[in-house]
């Protein structure tokens, strides 16, 4: 008895990967809709880090991590990152063309690797990829950069990057580093302290909040000069309002 043959043509490739298509946008955009409204219980970075040892200890620590709402920290914290970060964030649409082309023609010409990104593209590889350095990464954290724009705004993703940037080794977000660098809680740190947080924002590793180095508190104050600058508090309220 003849075997019955199956047959799969070009035609059931193209459908087969437009169905595969679809099924990863729908997935993206309702893992983004989701952390829309709840909190990011960990995030792949943290989950990488755990799986580490500490560079200081040589030992696997516990991840330092607890989300708080936005309204809960001093207005000082939004305005030190951006002041750091990203000036342009309240303005642009997840992205800084003439940042990135600057760090693009930079690295062509240097060894050092410098980069161009904003907060919200931060925001999309910290939540939802890997660290490291490919264009497919880049791509889908430029996708995923769209998508958080697109579906939830500028405080939520101020809110979000607040909660999970790492600053200290095996320190994430505003709330541990309070407690582990202050005493204290989010709500209570000054500008001077705010400054200091997101001063070591690019390498939290390399740079220290308990014991910064002169390059660090210099940072602090160019930190505080563009705090000032953008007009301090009042930028941050105006903004929320």
Known sequence: MAKPTISFTWA???????????????????????YRWIDPPVTLHMLSKRSEPSPKTEKVEVIQYRFVELEDMSQQLP?????AEDQ???????FDFKA?????????????????STISQQVAKNVFLWHGRSYLRKAVEMYFTFLIELLWGKERIMEVYLNIAEMGD????????????????????GR?????????LPNPIKYSVKNPSGYTLRRRRNIVRNMNRLGGSDYIKKWMQ
């Open 12 to 34: 059931d490739a193209r459908r087969l990967f437009w169905k595969l298509c679809l099924v990863l946008f729908l997935t993206s955009v309702l893992w983004v809709l989701v």
């Open 79 to 83: 305005l030190a990152a951006i002041a």
């Open 88 to 94: 342009l964030f309240i303005t642009h649409s997840g």
């Open 100 to 116: 990135i082309k600057q760090a693009f023609q930079r690295n062509l010409s240097s060894k050092k690797t410098y980069g161009g």
């Open 170 to 189: 095996h320190v994430f977000g505003v709330h541990a580093a309070s407690q582990y660098f202050f005493k204290t809680t989010p709500d209570k740190l």
């Open 192 to 200: 001077q302290q705010a400054a200091l947080l997101a001063a070591v």
